[in-house]
């Protein structure tokens, strides 16, 4: 559980939650489509040689938290896969609507940080339920809903297929890491608000 634990522990640190995540979702496109292209994901992404940097350099013009866990070939598949989904926008052609929202690279450190460790992503291209639970996950975190699903209807469906909840003494770790992070989230929030009190008043 040690090496899962700390890979979703850098995921809890970097979400911002999953309750924001929701709130932002807007419809998206079908879930079938995402999950068509994750079974399509060329070999040359995930070759181990290339540099995580540089693919999500060239893909998204910046970089991702999973950089820095490289080395673990569960996460180095898993953000190869999300940075397939959002390269082939431009390789093939756009999804309707497009996964360009703004949260792409949240999108792909979902998929290293948060499903990887559980589910591997060997089985993503084979597993259908794996497969959809990467898709869903995908969705979530770039800020979109499957075609003709409600927030509620999603969660319930994700919910449904998430590896991590079926792994009850890594779902517990994983609990006391978000609730961690909602902690410092809320604290750094009330400095800055102090901060600014103070500021304002001098």
Known sequence: ?????????AWSERSG???EAWARARPGPSLESVAARISRVPQEFLDGRVSLRALAGDI????????????DPR???????GLWLVAAEGLIEPLDPALSTGWTALAV??????????????EWTSD??????????????CGLLPAGEDAETAASLLAACDSLARDRALAEAYEGHRHRADIARKLEEARRKEAAARYSSE
Do not use: C, K
């Open 1 to 9: 559980m040690g090496e899962a634990g700390g890979l979703l522990a």
């Open 17 to 19: 939650g999953e309750a």
């Open 60 to 71: 998204l013009g910046g970089q991702i938290v999973a950089q820095r866990f490289e080395d």
């Open 75 to 81: 996460v180095r598949q898993g953000a190869a896969m």
């Open 109 to 122: 450190d979902a998929l290293a940080l948060r499903v990887a460790p559980i589910a591997p992503p060997s």
């Open 128 to 141: 259908d339920e794996r497969r959809t639970e990467a898709a869903r996950t995908f969705l979530l975190w």
